[in-house]
């Protein structure tokens, strides 16, 4: 358990670095449609020249933990974006975002997800990446499915606890088909997602044109796919070949700073590689510096803006 000196100093820096990730562009917060069809929306990004940012753990920062509601919706007050998150299940049967196996690095609480029941996992709090209590707690998946509709897509990834069809009727519940793209790691998953949820979109790496036959000969359609590319090679190719199939292209500029792209801009003061991204391709950037690479995207003409696509920002 943290401290009470350091509760106590984590609150007042929370409340201080917040705002000015919130003020970054000014507004209200950005909405993206999560009804309709997802792929359409794609399409029409893709036609107008844009790039989307997806927010790896929903894009955290100082004050504002992964995987938190706060911290989301700080990001859609910055850029118009999706939210990448980890959906877990206690031994009781309640799917709930976290990301590691245990509750030690990212709340208050310890031991293993798969040990601790809900009701003690939601009287914790949420710590920042230095470590930093936040007033904020570890939301439902439920709870976190509805605060995203009608603001956002939601790129799922299902953690070893996560129940796949439970998750899934979840979805389904709170009407987000449209809203969600699920992550598979093996062509088993993909094509077990598939068969529980025909109408969902899949994230399924793709490293070559043949990646994508392999996966459609399986059984699932090339409109289902949604093609991640890696997170160290650019392939402008491979981005042409798949786009000749229609299919939405992601790559991930995040990971270890001291190893990912997104810490080599950063080092370098390279952000413009991010528009560069786009301009080669890729449709959905990836990251952990969301505010970073939407900024990049703006200023190179490359960012949705208000009105485009369905995308809107709230006030206007």
């Given at each position: 358990?943290?401290?009470?000196?350091?509760?106590?100093?984590?609150?007042?820096?929370?409340?201080?670095?917040?705002?000015?990730a919130?003020?970054?562009?000014?507004?209200?917060?950005?909405?993206?449609?999560?009804?309709?069809?997802?792929?359409?929306?794609?399409?029409?990004?893709?036609?107008?020249?844009?790039?989307?940012?997806?927010?790896?753990?929903?894009?955290?920062?100082?004050?504002?933990?992964?995987?938190?509601?706060?911290?989301?919706?700080?990001?859609?007050?910055?850029?118009?974006?999706?939210?990448?998150?980890?959906?877990?299940?206690?031994?009781?049967?309640?799917?709930?975002?976290?990301?590691?196996?245990?509750?030690?690095?990212?709340?208050?609480?310890?031991?293993?997800?798969?040990?601790?029941?809900?009701?003690?996992?939601?009287?914790?709090?949420?710590?920042?990446?230095?470590?930093?209590?936040?007033?904020?707690?570890?939301?439902?998946?439920?709870?976190?499915?509805?605060?995203?509709?009608?603001?956002?897509?939601?790129?799922?990834?299902?953690?070893?606890?996560?129940?796949?069809a439970?998750?899934?009727?979840?979805?389904r519940?709170?009407?987000?088909?449209?809203?969600?793209?699920?992550?598979?790691?093996?062509?088993a998953?993909?094509?077990?997602?598939?068969?529980?949820?025909?109408?969902?979109?899949?994230?399924?790496?793709?490293?070559?044109?043949?990646?994508?036959?392999?996966?459609?000969?399986?059984?699932?359609?090339?409109?289902?796919?949604?093609?991640?590319?890696?997170?160290?090679?650019?392939?402008?190719?491979?981005?042409?070949?798949?786009?000749a199939?229609?299919?939405?292209?992601?790559?991930?500029?995040?990971?270890?700073?001291?190893?990912?792209?997104?810490?080599i801009?950063?080092?370098?003061?390279t952000?413009e590689?991010?528009?560069?991204?786009?301009?080669?391709?890729?449709?959905?950037?990836?990251?952990?510096?969301?505010?970073?690479?939407?900024?990049?995207?703006?200023?190179?003409?490359?960012?949705?803006?208000?009105?485009?696509?369905?995308?809107?920002?709230?006030?206007?």
């Amino acid at each position: 358990m943290k401290s009470k000196a350091l509760m106590m100093a984590a609150s007042a820096a929370a409340v201080l670095v917040a705002a000015p990730a919130i003020a970054q562009f000014g507004g209200g917060p950005w909405e993206m449609p999560t009804d309709g069809d997802l792929s359409t929306t794609l399409d029409c990004l893709e036609a107008e020249g844009l790039t989307i940012i997806s927010a790896h753990r929903g894009g955290p920062s100082p004050g504002l933990p992964e995987n938190a509601i706060p911290t989301m919706d700080a990001v859609l007050h910055a850029a118009p974006a999706m939210m990448e998150i980890d959906v877990a299940a206690s031994p009781d049967g309640v799917h709930y975002l976290m990301h590691d196996r245990t509750l030690n690095r990212t709340t208050t609480g310890e031991g293993t997800v798969s040990d601790v029941p809900w009701e003690e996992v939601s009287q914790l709090r949420l710590v920042d990446e230095a470590g930093w209590l936040t007033p904020y707690k570890v939301p439902t998946f439920a709870d976190t499915l509805a605060w995203a509709k009608g603001k956002t897509v939601l790129q799922v990834d299902f953690k070893r606890t996560a129940d796949f069809a439970t998750v899934i009727s979840e979805i389904r519940e709170a009407e987000m088909a449209s809203g969600v793209i699920l992550i598979a790691y093996t062509q088993a998953q993909a094509l077990r997602l598939h068969e529980l949820a025909p109408e969902m979109l899949i994230s399924y790496s793709v490293n070559a044109p043949e990646g994508l036959d392999e996966i459609v000969a399986a059984g699932i359609p090339a409109e289902s796919i949604v093609a991640f590319t890696g997170t160290r090679t650019v392939r402008p190719d491979l981005y042409e070949a798949l786009d000749a199939q229609d299919v939405e292209v992601i790559f991930g500029t995040l990971g270890r700073p001291d190893r990912s792209l997104d810490g080599i801009f950063a080092r370098f003061g390279t952000d413009e590689r991010y528009a560069e991204l786009g301009e080669g391709g890729v449709d959905i950037i990836a990251t952990d510096r969301p505010r970073a690479a939407a900024a990049a995207l703006a200023a190179a003409e490359r960012l949705p803006k208000s009105g485009t696509c369905g995308i809107n920002r709230g006030g206007n």
